[in-house]
T-cell receptor, first 113, second 116 residues
């Protein structure tokens, strides 16, 4: 079954703890993205990667970190420095050589207590 | 700076009542304009990509159109299952802006509710 998987679907953490959100894809797309979605604010780009071992900051990178060691995986760590981490997090891939489309995973809802 | 503005923020229609959603944009060279549908608690689902002014694409009760400044998502005779948030995004030409980086700029969406 092809696509983008994000795990877990729901995640609860205590304030001050770091947490890592998983994103895996088997679509063989080079580009991967992390967005944050809050009510009324649309999708805001956190980090993106266009190739393995390289990534760039998006519009709201503070308090987040990523790695891209494999083409299939782009994990996002929400650190204790992120002031308002409770949100819906979406991972996406970009196929800019064939279908010219961005595809989204099912999302992870993070709640910090 | 690339900008995308969607209107209205929310729209309630009776089943069968046709209407349009608007997406106004400013971008330094448009490579493509995307429409997505998002159901509550789920990731956005790709609907259409439009590339040049005058282009139209259709899928079931939805038709997307594009001008040089805006795009419309027309919904004809909607059904309750069409209720969702519809997102618009622009993909700037990386050769003109974004320093060669491929990334989209999204609007805040229109929340559509179809009442039976």
């Amino acid at each position: 079954d092809g696509g983008i998987t994000q795990s877990p679907k729901y995640l609860f953490r205590k304030e001050g703890q770091n947490v890592t959100l998983s994103c895996e894809q088997n679509l063989n797309h080079d580009a991967m993205y992390w967005y944050r979605q809050d009510p009324g604010q649309g999708l805001r780009l956190i980090y993106y990667s266009q190739i393995v071992n390289d990534f760039q900051k998006g519009d709201i990178a503070e308090g987040y970190s990523v790695s891209r060691e494999k083409k299939e995986s782009f994990p996002l760590t929400v650190t204790s420095a992120q002031k308002n981490p409770t949100a819906f997090y979406l991972c996406a891939t970009g196929d800019w050589t064939s279908t010219d489309t961005q595809y989204f995973g099912p999302g992870t809802r993070l709640t910090v207590l | 700076e690339d900008q995308v503005t969607q209107s209205p923020e929310a729209l309630r229609l009776q089943e069968g009542e046709s209407s349009s959603l608007n997406c106004s944009y400013t971008v330094s060279g448009l490579r493509g304009l995307f429409w997505y549908r998002q159901d509550p608690g789920k990731g956005p689902e790709f609907l259409f990509t439009l590339y040049s002014a005058g282009e139209e694409k259709e899928k079931e009760r939805l038709k997307a159109t594009l001008t040089k400044k805006e795009s419309f998502l027309h919904i004809t005779a909607p059904k309750p299952e069409d209720s969702a948030t519809y997102l618009c995004a622009v993909h700037p030409n990386p050769r003109i802006s974004n320093f060669g980086n491929e990334k989209l700029t999204f609007g805040t969406g229109t929340r559509l509710t179809i009442i039976p």
